[in-house]
């Protein structure tokens, strides 16, 4: 069974490590290799997707800068794939290439892991900013009925995002803001869910914070920051040292990976081989 994943550049991607342990470790006979693909080259993608429909390739990941640029390939995109706007698995079934996106349940899966008790009662949840994860981060939480906000440092983005959430058929009104102390002080008090979907605080800059430097904490959050190199940022480094909950992205990468993973082979993700072959 070969698998992989494709996008530019994807040298420095964990994806290989969490799924060629996962092979191994379920006994299936297969690897997962990088496919990098040069946003310039014009059949690259459409190459991979053939491998795919001719059984060569199982299936596919897709990153950055692919995740939109693969949709006009696939022949259906899920709901989920559909509301992000963006794809990051790939696989074939009944003959048909299917766009899927492991993201938001593998954000809600990890926040539900590490804070059950704050998923237990939904409430209001501050994003932080208005990118690709950013989507993937909203539709899970609108879909578990919280209420977002986001902040970001490009309003016209922010406010864009908030927008297309407002206006989904079930959707709640999404809020906009910039990224400063004024919008969040405005908000604080209601907010018990932070995530933080900006590369803020990933090496090499690890001594910075998007938390805005002369912004009071609240007494009580829960701080989820999807960056996980390093395993805490200095968000989460000083979340805890104020005593709130506080984890990094490591365990939402773990389980978009395995859903992934179970989609391609039909089989359970050893999840903790994957943990421990990335920690
Ligand atoms: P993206 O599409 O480029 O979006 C990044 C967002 O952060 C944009 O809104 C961007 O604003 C904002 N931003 C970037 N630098 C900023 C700065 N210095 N100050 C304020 N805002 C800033 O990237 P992405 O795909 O969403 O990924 C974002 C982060 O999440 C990365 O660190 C990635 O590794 C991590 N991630 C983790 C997982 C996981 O499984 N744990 C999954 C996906 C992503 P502009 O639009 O103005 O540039």
């Known amino acids: 069974m070969r698998l992989g994943l494709t996008g530019w550049p994807v040298s420095h991607s964990l994806s290989p490590r969490l799924h060629n342990a996962a092979l191994r470790a379920v006994g299936l006979d297969g690897e997962y290799n990088l496919y990098p693909v040069d946003p310039s080259e014009p059949d690259g993608l459409l190459n991979l997707t053939q491998k795919i429909r001719s059984g060569e390739l199982a299936g596919l990941n897709v990153t950055i800068p692919h ?57 209001t949840a501050m994003v932080f900013g208005a990118g690709g994860s950013a989507r993937a981060v909203i539709t899970a939480l609108l879909n578990s ?63 910075q914070s998007p938390w805005p430097a002369d912004l009071p904490w609240p007494k009580s959050l829960m701080v989820y920051d999807l960056v996980y190199n390093p395993r805490k940022t200095k968000l989460v480094n000083d979340a805890i040292s104020l005593g709130l909950g506080a984890v990094g992205g490591l365990g939402m990468l773990v389980e978009q990976a395995a859903l992934a993973f179970e989609l391609w082979t039909g089989v359970e993700a050893p999840r903790e081989v994957m943990y421990s072959a990335v920690e």
């Open 67 to 123: 995740k939109q640029n693969i949709i006009p390939m696939v022949d259906e995109l899920t709901s989920t794939a559909k509301l992000i706007g963006a794809v990051n698995t790939i696989y074939l079934r009944n003959g048909r290439l299917i766009g899927d996106n492991t993201d938001a349940q593998g954000f809600l899966t990890d926040l539900h892991k590490k804070a059950p008790t704050v998923m237990s009662s939904p409430g």
């Open 145 to 207: 009925s919280w209420c977002v906000k986001i902040a970001a440092r490009d309003i016209q983005k922010a406010q864009n995002l908030a927008l297309y959430f407002s206006n989904q058929p079930s959707g709640k009104s999404v809020e906009a803001g910039f990224l400063d102390q004024q919008f969040m002080t405005s908000l604080m008090s209601s907010v018990n869910l932070l995530v933080n979907t900006t590369p803020i605080g990933m090496v090499p800059n690890i001594d």
